[in-house]
DNA sequence: GCATTACTTGACTGCATCGTCAAGAAGCTA
DNA sequence: TAGCTTCTTGACGATGCAGTCAAGTAATGC
């Protein structure tokens, strides 16, 4: 970080100041809250971001990887320590849909705001990789139906991400109970015997 | 209508103008298309629709009935036309959520978007109103899973309301596989033998 | 301690939309 | 056709957020 060493000690520690406070006003309100509110919490002016930073995406990519990589990994080694294929695949899901439930901005970064941003769709392609490992295993075991492709999975969180921005009112308790009813529909339905060739 | 007939020639005129430009704009870019695309295709100025509908809620109110109700008593009557619990429950729900893909006026009703508006809620709570019938009647045969609430048929539709909104980009094709998916998960899961008491 | 350069500020422009209103246009009546 | 009344107009004010920049402030090096 040569190039941060040379700046002036007032803006190295507003440049602190700034990354601080965006990840605690991003981890509250997700990636679009207005910029003002994260000048007002870091006690500078908004001009003073966009100075250090460039832009609003500049500002989102230097936090992104702290702000979510971390509860990403976290479910795939969760999920790596379980064991059966249909476990592992409903449990992965399960954990993603409840993070975007609980983390605006996790929840912001999966539906793919901000196409544009490398690290951000970086994070999401680690983690459509893994869901997409974990659906092949558990078609190939039979106990998920042959018929979900990988996009539907991404179809899957997409949609999940739009629903908790939306409906903002449910309690956790009934959208995590409805969460079942979706993974159910998931199942290889009765009467197919396994996987196609 | 004593009032209308008072009206001026061209204000009557205008009026008409005004609700067929409506009703051509709503149905194809929802009910939260800009006045002003209204006034444009109506061939008045913006000030003339607030003149004679109040606000854009009065406009609505003025339409909706034309642009929706229609669309949501066919469905009822095709699927009072069927027979089978099961069929008679997915079909009602299968063709709610495609009226909510093709039409986004309909879709934006369903959704309770303007909630103070008494014709577009008279005409939801009619919707709704059917289906818990028919999700009674498949409990009863158990057929659809009995921890199934009124509120989560609801919830599913206003779901799938943001969904269409957002996920533009997906095919009619694509979006009709995959509510199959969900119409699955919805099915009493293999196991229980029939609805609770 | 002073000149120099880096840094910060907040008012400003731009954009999109809602809804309003004074002034002007047009229909209506005698 | 004149004069009254109704109706229409479009510029305007308000809102909320993005991003910019000239002018002011403060750290730094000598």
């Known amino acids: 970080m040569t190039a941060e060493q040379r700046l002036r000690a007032d803006a190295q520690r507003n440049v602190e100041g700034i990354r601080r406070a965006a990840l605690d006003v991003f981890r509250t309100g997700g990636l679009a809250t207005p910029l003002d509110e994260v000048a007002r919490v870091?006690?500078?002016?908004?001009?003073t971001i966009y100075h250090r930073f460039g832009s609003r995406r500049g500002l989102i990519d230097a936090v992104v990887e702290e702000l979510v990589a971390e509860q990403v990994r976290e479910i795939i080694e969760a999920v790596e320590a379980l064991d059966g294929p249909l476990v592992r695949?409903?449990?992965?899901?399960?954990?993603?849909?409840?993070?975007?439930?609980?983390?605006?901005?996790?929840?912001?970064v999966l539906v793919r705001m901000l196409p544009e941003s490398e690290p951000l769709t970086t994070?999401?392609?680690r983690a459509a990789k893994f869901g997409r490992r974990l659906l092949d295993d558990a078609q190939a075991a039979g106990v998920v139906r042959p018929d979900l492709t990988p996009e539907d999975l991404t179809c899957l969180i997409l949609e999940r991400g739009v629903i908790v921005r939306a409906c903002t009112k449910q309690t956790r308790a009934?959208?995590?109970r409805r969460l079942d009813f979706v993974l159910h529909g998931l199942r290889t339905p009765p009467g197919i015997t396994a996987a196609g060739s």
């Not at 870091?42 to 001009?47: C, D, N, Q, W």
């Not at 954990?95 to 912001?108: G, I, K, S, Y």
């Open 89 to 108: 695949f409903e449990e992965w899901l399960l954990r993603t849909w409840l993070l975007q439930f609980d983390e605006p901005a996790a929840n912001d």
């Open 123 to 125: 994070l999401c392609d």
């Open 42 to 47: 870091a006690g500078v002016s908004k001009g």
């Open 174 to 176: 009934d959208y995590r």
